[in-house]
């Protein structure tokens, strides 16, 4: 395992409105009340929580993101969310470009490159979401087809502004099929990844992003994934919605750091 400082990420996806949130986050803080500081702890919960979150959170450890912005700053753009709206509520990270907007909402390369402009714009930290279907890896395309998303996620970035950008490897196969990538699969994209940040940033750069594995990650596997040399932490789903099984992900990677 490297020296960058894993990042244990709950995606909490259309789950958790106020009260509910309240409930998980009053289950992780009671199951897990100090943390080190070797590890970073970010919950992405729903719109609608983000601000009662923030707030709920103030005086711990964990930190909070958005699940999604818009690349515009305002303006008639009914249900969006700005870059600003979410700086001002407390945000440090925003998901951009996951699978599942990129499925059912038509996201293309091109608006998740304006987001990552527009989320860095207000110093929030894109956590940039790659990753294959199935039919792609069985065809042997994988490599490619996520090199092509890492380049048009970078398009127009330098090597500083891309040490202030998270990436998130989601094999689309392994999000909440229960089916995950083998550690040897998952190491094996995390440090093509890497080369392809070597290739547009230099060493230093690829070296100090942060990439994490996001596909099926639990307690049962988390170990045998998070000792990879390349894999930086985990994006977690389903997981993250119950507080005993993100706690236990969260001690499992304060214990290998």
């Known amino acids: 395992m490297s020296t960058r400082q894993l990042l244990i990420a709950g995606n909490w996806k259309m789950n958790g409105g106020p009260y509910e949130a309240a409930e998980l986050l009053d289950g992780l803080k009671s199951l897990k009340k100090n943390f080190t500081d070797d590890i970073d702890v970010l919950v992405c919960p729903p719109f609608v929580s983000l601000s009662m979150a923030v707030k709920y959170l103030h005086s711990s450890d964990i930190q909070v993101g958005a699940q999604n ?90 090597s500083v502004q891309a040490l202030d950008t998270v990436i998130a490897y989601e094999p689309v196969w392994a999000i909440g099929t229960g089916v995950t990538a083998t550690p040897e699969q998952a190491q094996e994209m995390h440090a093509f990844i890497r080369q392809e940040l070597e290739a547009l940033f230099g060493n230093d750069t690829a070296g100090a992003v942060r990439i994490l594995y996001g596909g099926s990650m639990k307690p049962e596997n988390a170990e045998e994934l998070l000792t990879q040399e390349d894999v930086d932490g985990g994006l977690i789903g389903g997981a993250s919605l119950s507080a005993k099984s993100f706690a236990e992900l969260i001690v499992i990677a304060e214990n290998l750091s």
């Open 69 to 158: 912005l818009y690349y515009e700053d305002n303006g008639a753009f009914t249900g969006e969310i700005s870059a600003s709206m979410l700086a001002e509520s407390g945000c440090n990270y925003v998901l951009v470009g996951h699978s599942e907007r990129r499925e059912y909402f038509g996201e293309t390369d091109d608006m998740i490159n304006k987001k990552i402009k527009k989320a860095m714009a207000e110093r929030i930290v894109p956590i940039i979401c790659v990753g294959e279907k199935l039919e792609t890896r069985k065809n042997d395309g994988h490599f490619k087809f996520v090199s092509d998303q890492i380049r048009a996620a970078y398009n127009g970035l330098d």
